[in-house]
């Protein structure tokens, strides 16, 4: 019979390096003491400790997110389509971790919100500057998924680098943009309209961009670079909203139906974010689809 025996200590390995010289140790690489310094309670509440480093750490993977909607931009807008699936995938982990991050919010209750809500005086999440370039842009050249609103710049003419800096995401092309000025180059009718548009306007849905999307749709293996990027970004999308919807419902579960900090009406402003598509032509096109035109657009290729 086997018996194992539960190790009560682990010796230290005579190769583990325990002398470091000042700039070589983990917690110098990430700079750990400017990271868990960071958070200063305004009030003497326990709670307030989870809020801080919960909005903290979202905003450190959306720098992530950034990071990588940045270089899938660069990769479509460069052809190439295909590498830029590998950056997606990483992007829709960090969205799901994003989303599961308000399970820990939820911890907390109505009653140990309203201790330190005060402190937040008008501060809210509606005022992330990063949550704003990723609806409008990664980086100063690029845009990420082209939610475009001049009137979102307000809330950062404070800070003159920030507002410059959304100012040049605004005016350029989002994935959604290039994405279109790729399927062009191959070929796809896609009206000029959508290629020389104004980029600081918000995108307004076009049929002709829904035909093409539908003869993509009907012929997926002569398209299937195409195809996987169209769904890869309903993927983007869906995941966005789920984490907006996400958001609405732990507010709600807080403060009800209460104004939030920063002026808004909070849920009913949050619900209505609900409503806004960045690729409203990849919802479209599903209504058009029907059944058997894939095997039918086999059948005449051959």
């Not at 003159?160 to 790729?182: K, N, T």
């Not at 958001?247 to 709600?252: E, G, I, R, S």
Request: glycine share 4%.
């Amino acid at each position: 019979r086997l018996v194992f025996e539960a190790m009560t200590s682990r010796p230290l390995e005579a190769g583990i390096h325990t002398s470091m010289q000042r700039g070589e140790s983990y917690g110098d690489y990430l700079r750990l003491d400017r990271v868990l310094a960071a958070q200063e309670p305004r009030s003497t509440a326990h709670d307030e400790m989870l809020f801080i480093i919960q909005h903290q750490t979202s905003e450190l993977w959306m720098k992530l997110m950034i990071h990588e909607l940045d270089f899938a931009v660069s990769l479509v807008k460069e052809d190439r389509l295909s590498e830029s699936f590998k950056v997606l995938a990483r992007v829709a982990h960090v969205q799901r971790t994003l989303f599961d991050q308000w399970g820990v919010l939820e911890t907390m209750t109505p009653s140990e919100y309203m201790r330190f809500r005060d402190a937040l005086g008008r501060s809210s999440g509606f005022q992330s500057y990063q949550y704003r370039a990723i609806e409008f842009a990664p980086a100063a050249e690029q845009v990420a998924l082209g939610n475009k609103d001049r009137a979102m710049l307000a809330p950062h003419a404070l800070d003159v680098q920030v507002h410059a800096d959304l100012e040049r995401r605004l005016a350029a092309p989002s994935i959604y943009d290039e994405f279109l000025a790729f399927l062009a180059r191959k070929g796809h009718a896609i009206p000029t309209e959508c290629l020389t548009r104004d980029f600081s306007k918000p995108y307004r849905a076009n049929p002709a961009v829904t035909d093409v999307f539908k003869s993509i749709y009907d012929a997926p293996e002569a398209n299937w670079e195409a195809y996987d990027m169209c769904e890869k970004l309903v993927d983007i999308e869906e995941r966005f909203q789920l984490w907006r919807f996400r958001h609405m419902t732990t507010v709600k579960r807080i403060i009800g139906f209460a104004p939030g900090t920063g002026g808004s009406s909070g849920v009913g402003f949050l619900k209505q974010a609900l409503e806004v598509s960045f690729f409203p032509e990849l919802w479209d096109v599903r209504t058009r689809l029907v059944p058997g035109a894939s095997a039918a657009s086999r059948r005449n290729e051959a």
